[in-house]
């Protein structure tokens, strides 16, 4: 395999790197087709996403997220840093467990979403889905932290569905199904630390393992060979699609555009248009956007984002949304037909004061028939909870199966 | 809470937190002003050099103070007195060409060049009158639909309308360029050009080929031009305004300099002390510039981080050093009349030797030919030192804040060259001194606490002016921090010892900080 | 004789824009030209056995695709190519490239600085505000701030609004942007000298300012607001070289029944009882009009081409205050083969992309500096393109053109007019800084073609050598361009009109002033007009 590093003068030659995981994924990628994220080769598909993607709801399956951003912070401040970057309480995130965080600019508009990881005492890990540095840095003038970007240094896989505590188990990770929902614990493996979490964004129960790069593919194979007997599949990025969207989680990029890329200013979104109020922490005296947002908060949001149980069965990619008097008033940003609720599912941005949870609307669909397209408005109505909650996402220690 | 009964604290009693603290008392409000320094003034202060001679030792002319601040506050019952008034500006030349000019008249130079001087000084006075006019003004927010916001930018629009077609235009056009290329189109005498041009950058990070320029000189005639010398030094103008704020009830602490800003939750309570005390009160108002204030005193863990990167951004780079002298006798001044020696004199012999002056600070260089501005008070003010004996008090550029190599190393090379530079306009003025002090930006910057020890607290250049001063979000003299407001130059409409930013920010507080 | 609608001085892109517009309304339209090619400074020129230089303008980003669209130029032949990405060479022997991959950008950036590979996304953001904003007002003509005619009062109305709905915060951001520094204004999002140097050189070509001078971040605009194919800020090469921009032009302009006299200057605009009758030329010959457009420089016009006695002398002075001094050069080079600079090392990719010798913020201002001193810099900056790598036209196989465009440059040296010794020291001062990075390149050199603001204003016309036909700073811009209130193509005599680069929107070649004063024209004479005004949310 060709070691050109990522950080080398000639890392143009290659435009994308294979990940830690590569020749594992290269042997089952039986589809050879890669795509990229940032700068590592991502699996679409192993064989076929639909089977991929019921291996995480029946099963088990495995996803690589390497090319996840990650970065490290620690120091004396670590804490009120990370309170003064985010919305939500990060003094609530004790050590050893995991918090889900949306982070804005002064205007109340969201940069990015992610995950706190509170590793140890004052040692945290940010995972997000775009770069952060630039604005981490912005956001550590007069804060005693330590911020680095550590994503090319720590794999990351995803075991996810109802046999992965199983699978973890056999594993010989030890006390592993006592791990609570959004809990980390550190296991030793092979001579290193393995660091697993009880995180994902599949809806489901599932595991996150975090180990140094060296360690990956005996980490993958260890992972197999346990689920072996646990119907263990590996998993694309095309069925990791289609759960997050049962599970009602949104994409940065394709639910909302992240406030530092977006050159029309009003296309931004605040985490109350997201409905992710609920994150905002006002008791907090001060983080980024908190003026702007509690403004909001009295007068009012320009948008919600809304989950839609839409009749008939077709997608309702890219649709605009009409309320029942015709009128535009949004569009859908994410959406398929749910395998699983069978339900035909979308997350879709409407304009206020629309939205309410059983608000009824129409959907303009188009779809196509050996070629010949044809229009629907499809009644839609407007869904409190997720598409896909079992309550094994919950419980502890969880079942087998 | 009844208005007029405040609590409000000041920190720092410069010359614009004196004139907030006057005002605020005077409408009823507890004022307490904290100074870190043992006198009061900041950076317009009167103070000893060398034994037995006393200098103003930041800024030395008055030609800016607001008129209407000086009248409100009867500064004169307070103790101002001009020691002179309207002094001339001197062009120096090696030769002992001087043109000398005090408004419209100019003696020195071809008719051509009198009559230009009078159309240019029309045209600059009249729109200097815009930039004057916005003074005494809260600046406007952009993009709001608020009716205040509105009228605000109507009346500006009103008075630009009023300049008449062609000087609209004319203002227009050359409102954000260079003060070179307006001169060159003008004039033709080089040490005319030269000194005017000084005018567009005198305090400034700018050439006189910078675009920005003419917006400086503008500033700098904005209340009128005319350059006035306090008796006793500037230290008189301060002393003044502090008695008028006391007069009204304000309280006016030496010598206790601030050590922090409290906060309760999301609010500015009060000041801790560099003696660990703290002081509660209802507002807290910052004479500071602004990254003190902000970056130090609160602390930009206390502000949301886009605002904080936003006050890091500012620039505050100063490049005017101050040059004392204490001297045993006039200097002679080659073919200037000894008359004239009390006269504001400049060292800027030409467009060129300006630009190249200035070539030098944007390499983080002092200038090898430094332009300067001279004043020697003592034949006016002969209390200032002995008697027979004089001062000298020059502004000198460009001496950049952020030199390579450091000021240590560099001090006495560049008092050397200042020397020479002095020496070949009057020459034997070396075998005068009898004490000399220079003060780069880095010990203003620690003598004044200064960031920067910028004249304005932050560059005054377009980008920096008016409802984007110090930043966009706090150009209202609101903070973003509820119960603190900031007063001081960084704040429209900037430094030059005018105190409209301590006014401004007092009616502001009067109408804007709710009850 | 016979007498033409209209008479249109100068066969440059935005003269012939101008003349096809109208010929396309139906008009008898009379183009004439100096030089016995047409193209202007939109020419390629055959000066050396089987080379074809671009010897001008060498790359293509600002033509408006309205008027690309309009008069229909890639049926008369223009192929616009686009090239991808920039390189910027240090003289450490590093580099930094960019690449049209983002992620390969990203990376090449991060090996310089991490951080700022990151903010690269925030600047971007903020320039393509910029961009956005700017770009409706190209194909429109400025409002008349001082006019109280109702359409000027609708047009500011219009502008304001458009200001307002950028909303408070972008609102200062571009009340910043347009006053600031290129310098200043990137030390708010980088930290390393090379990124700065890369993003800066922007901020200064064609342009008589330092990197550190305010104003500069609007120039950095001036070129980063054009696009290929609806990709805002990429540039292409028009295949054959810029002349054949000219020439589609030029095509669509005869196929609409125009005709063109070739070889003969303007001598004089002949005005008689206050209005234009028709040109004079140089060659004795008098053609008459009621409609007499120049694309020539507003000095060019008003103070070689006019009896100042049919001038008013106020006008006079604004037209020599008027500011358009030249500060670049250009060498067109063949070459035997194609050079190799030695930091690239074998990188290809990157010799097809615009390439550019700096290394950092001071060297740029250093470069100035030697101008305002009025000599040529001394240690250059350079802007090199070999367009032949990626077009086939221009040389035979295995040969290059080589594009080199060079800051700072004086219009004059000391004071004096440029001598052809001037001109060679020059050549070699360029020649040298090449050959330093890249050793064997002089070896290379089978022609050289060196041209100073002293052979742009004779051969092309372009007063002092300004590239832009005036200079684009704040007081020649919008509606101060070319001069307060006449920013609205229409000359100080009736029946004379404007419509060069010295007109809104300024230089590069865009063809928007040629296009915007045939609207302007076809509206006097209450004509409908064929000028497209851009397109929606773009």
């Not at chain 1, 699609?241 to 994409?251: D, N, P, Q, T, Y």
């Not at chain 2, 009346?155 to 290329?181: C, H, Q, S, T, V």
Request: proline share 5%.
């Amino acid at each position: 395999m060709r070691t050109v590093h990522y950080h080398s003068r000639e890392h143009y030659r290659d435009k994308v790197f294979p990940g830690p995981f590569y020749s594992r994924q290269k042997a089952l990628n039986v589809n050879r087709e890669w795509s990229r994220w940032y700068d590592y080769l991502s699996v679409p598909a192993y064989s076929c996403s639909t089977t991929e993607y019921f291996a995480g709801r029946n099963a088990c399956a495995v996803f690589d997220l390497t090319p996840m951003t990650k970065h490290r912070i620690g120091g004396p401040d670590a804490l009120p840093f990370l309170n003064r970057l985010v919305t939500r309480d990060v003094a609530r995130i004790k050590p050893g467990r995991v918090g889900y965080a949306v982070w804005c600019n002064d205007e109340g508009q969201v940069i990015d979403d992610g995950t706190i990881f509170h590793l140890r005492e004052g040692d945290y890990r940010l995972c997000s889905q775009e770069h952060q540095i630039d604005w981490l840095m912005i956001n550590a003038l007069g804060f005693d932290v330590t911020i680095v970007e550590d994503t090319h240094d720590v794999a990351g896989l995803a075991v996810q569905g109802p046999t992965s505590c199983a699978v973890l188990k056999r594993m010989g990770l030890a006390g592993v199904e006592n791990i609570t929902p959004f809990g980390i614990d550190f296991f030793d493996f092979e001579g290193t630390e393995l660091t697993v979490s009880r995180t994902g964004y599949t809806g489901d129960l599932g595991y996150e393992l975090w180990i140094d790069p060296g360690h990956a593919e005996i980490l993958w194979d260890r992972v197999f060979e346990a689920g072996e007997l646990h119907n263990i599949r590996p998993m694309g990025s095309d069925a990791l699609e289609m759960l997050r969207i049962e599970a009602g989680f949104i994409l940065a990029a394709e639910d909302f555009m992240p406030a530092m890329q977006t050159v029309r200013p009003s296309h931004t979104r605040s985490p109350f248009e997201l409905g992710l109020g609920w994150l905002v922490d006002f008791n907090k005296p001060l983080f980024n956007g908190r003026k702007a947002l509690l403004t909001e908060k009295e007068n009012g949001s320009r948008y919600a984002l809304v989950k839609l149980d839409i009749e008939d069965n077709k997608p309702a990619n890219h649709s605009y949304v009409f309320d029942m008097k015709e009128k535009n008033i949004g569009w859908v940003t994410s959406a398929m037909w749910s395998p699983s609720a069978k339900k035909n599912i979308a997350l879709a941005t409407v304009e206020a004061p629309h939205g309410k949870v059983g608000e009824e609307m129409q959907v303009e669909i188009y779809y196509q028939r050996e070629l010949k397209w044809s229009r629907i408005m499809a009644r839609a109505k407007v869904v409190k909870d997720a598409f896909w909650d079992p309550p094994r996402r919950r419980q502890t220690p969880p079942a087998d199966y | 809470m009844i208005r007029g009964s405040r609590s409000i604290q000041i920190i720092g009693a410069g010359h614009n937190g004196l004139v907030c603290a006057a005002y605020l008392a005077r409408a009823g409000h507890q004022v307490t002003v904290f100074e870190a320094s043992s006198q009061v003034g900041g950076a317009a202060i009167t103070r000893e050099f060398a034994p037995g001679f006393k200098v103003s030792a930041a800024a030395h002319l008055v030609y800016m103070l607001d008129p209407g601040i000086e009248k409100e506050l009867d500064l004169a019952s307070h103790g101002l007195e001009y020691a002179r008034t309207g002094l001339q500006t001197i062009s120096l030349s090696e030769a002992g060409d001087h043109v000398r000019f005090n408004g419209d008249d100019v003696d020195g130079v071809s008719e051509g060049d009198r009559e230009a001087m009078r159309e240019y000084r029309r045209k600059m006075q009249h729109f200097a009158g815009i930039i004057g006019g916005l003074h005494n003004r809260v600046p406007a927010r952009l993009g709001t639909t608020d009716r205040p916001d509105l009228l605000e930018l109507a009346r500006l629009a009103f008075n630009i309308r009023r300049l008449g077609k062609n000087d609209m235009r004319e203002f227009l056009r050359i409102a954000g360029i260079n003060i070179y290329d307006v001169l060159q189109e003008l004039f033709e005498n080089d040490a005319l050009k030269g000194a005017l041009g000084l005018d567009g950058t005198l305090g400034t990070m700018l050439g006189t080929r910078s675009n920005n320029s003419v917006f400086c000189a503008l500033h700098r005639y904005s209340n009128g031009g005319r350059y006035q010398l306090p008796k006793g030094g500037m230290g008189t103008v301060s002393n003044a305004l502090a008695n008028a704020a006391r007069a009204f009830g304000a309280e006016i602490h030496t010598a206790r300099p601030v050590n922090r800003i409290l906060m309760d939750f999301d609010r500015a309570t009060g000041v801790e002390l560099q003696s660990g005390e703290q002081i509660e009160a209802d507002l807290v108002v910052s004479g500071a510039d602004p990254k003190t204030t902000f970056l130090k005193l609160l602390g930009a863990q206390n502000l949301e981080a886009g605002f904080a990167h936003k006050i890091s951004n500012i620039r505050t780079r100063g490049n005017v050093a101050k040059l004392h002298l204490a001297l045993g006798s006039v200097p002679d001044f080659t073919g200037l009349d000894p008359a004239l020696s009390a006269e504001r004199l400049v060292i800027a012999p030409s467009l060129q030797y300006v630009e190249q002056a200035f070539n030098h600070a944007k390499y983080g260089e002092h200038s090898r030919r430094p332009v300067m501005e001279i004043s020697i008070p003592t034949l006016d003010d002969p209390g200032l030192a002995p008697a027979g004996k004089h001062v000298l008090s020059a502004n000198v550029q460009w001496a950049p804040r952020e030199l390579k190599g450091g000021w240590s190393a560099a001090h006495e090379a560049f008092t050397e060259s200042v020397m020479n530079t002095l020496e070949r306009f009057a020459p034997g003025i070396c075998s005068q001194v009898m004490h000399r002090e220079l003060l780069t930006p880095q010990d203003i910057e620690s003598e004044f606490r200064i960031e920067g020890g910028h004249w304005h607290h932050a560059e005054l250049a377009l980008d920096q002016s008016m409802m984007m001063r110090p930043v966009p979000g706090t150009a209202q003299y609101k903070t973003p921090v509820d119960g603190l407001w900031i007063c001081g130059a960084g704040c429209h409409p900037g430094g030059g010892v005018m105190g409209s930013a301590g006014r401004n920010a007092a009616r502001a507080i009067i109408e804007r900080s709710g009850t | 004789m016979k007498k033409h609608d209209a008479i249109v001085i100068g066969a440059g892109h935005n003269g012939i824009t101008n003349a096809a517009f109208l010929a396309k309304a139906g008009l008898d339209v009379l183009l004439v030209e100096k030089n016995d090619y047409i193209g202007g400074a939109t020419v390629s020129r055959n000066l050396h056995e089987d080379w074809i230089y671009s010897n001008c303008s060498y790359v293509c980003s600002l033509l408006r695709p309205e008027i690309y669209r309009t008069l229909d130029l890639a049926k008369y032949g223009l192929q616009v190519v686009p090239y991808g990405g920039t390189v910027t060479i240090s003289q450490n022997g590093d580099y930094l490239g960019s690449y049209i991959d983002h992620d390969v950008s990203r990376r090449e950036m991060a090996r310089h600085s991490h951080r700022d590979a990151d903010a690269d996304v925030r600047y971007w953001r903020d320039i393509m505000r910029q961009c956005r904003f700017i770009r409706q007002f190209l194909l429109r003509t400025a409002p008349d701030p001082a006019s109280f005619k109702p359409r000027d009062l609708l047009e500011l109305l219009h502008i304001g609004r458009k200001f307002w709905g950028l909303g408070e915060n972008v609102i200062y951001d571009t009340m910043r942007f347009y006053t600031m520094s290129i310098s200043d204004f990137l030390d708010e999002y980088f930290e390393n000298p090379l990124i700065k140097a890369a993003h800066a050189g922007s901020g200064i070509i064609g342009s008589a300012l330092g990197v550190m001078s305010p104003g500069t971040a609007y120039v950095l605009l001036h070129h980063a607001m054009g696009d290929v194919d609806g990709t805002v800020g990429s540039w292409g090469f028009a295949r054959g070289g810029m002349g054949a921009i000219s020439k589609a032009m030029h095509d669509c302009y005869i196929d609409h029944g125009g005709q063109t006299l070739a070889g003969s200057g303007v001598d004089q605009i002949v005005v008689k009882n206050g209005k234009v009758t028709g040109v004079a030329l140089e060659n004795g010959d008098e053609h008459h009009a009621d409609i007499v457009v120049s694309n020539m420089t507003l000095p060019r016009t008003f103070l070689e081409c006019m009896d100042p006695a049919d001038l008013r002398p106020e006008f006079l002075d604004k037209c020599r205050n008027f500011k358009i001094r030249g500060s670049s050069g250009k060498l067109n080079i063949a070459l035997d083969g194609v050079p190799k600079f030695t930091a690239l090392r074998d990188n290809q990719e990157l010799m097809y992309t615009d390439m550019h010798l700096i290394d950092s913020i001071e060297r740029l201002e250093r470069a100035y500096d030697d101008w305002k001193d009025g000599t040529w810099s001394r240690d250059p900056y350079i802007d090199m393109l070999i367009p032949t790598l990626t077009d086939p036209t221009m040389a035979p196989p295995g040969k290059h053109f080589m594009s080199v465009f060079v800051q700072y440059v004086p219009p004059k040296v000391k004071g004096k007019d440029w001598t052809d010794a001037d001109r060679d020291a020059f050549g070699q001062t360029v020649m040298n800084q090449i050959e330093a990075y890249a050793p064997g390149f002089k070896d290379l050199v089978v022609h050289a073609e060196v041209r100073t603001p002293r052979e742009l204003e004779n051969e092309v016309g372009l007063t002092e050598g300004n590239i832009f036909q005036g200079e684009l700073t704040m007081d020649q811009l919008l509606f101060n361009r070319p001069i307060p209130g006449y920013a609205q193509y229409r000359g100080p005599v009736k029946g004379l009109w404007m419509c060069g680069s010295s007109n809104h929107p300024g230089g590069g070649v865009m063809a928007a002033p040629g296009a915007n004063a045939a609207r302007e024209i076809l509206m006097s004479l209450r004509k409908p007009s064929n000028v497209p005004e851009g397109w929606l949310d773009d």
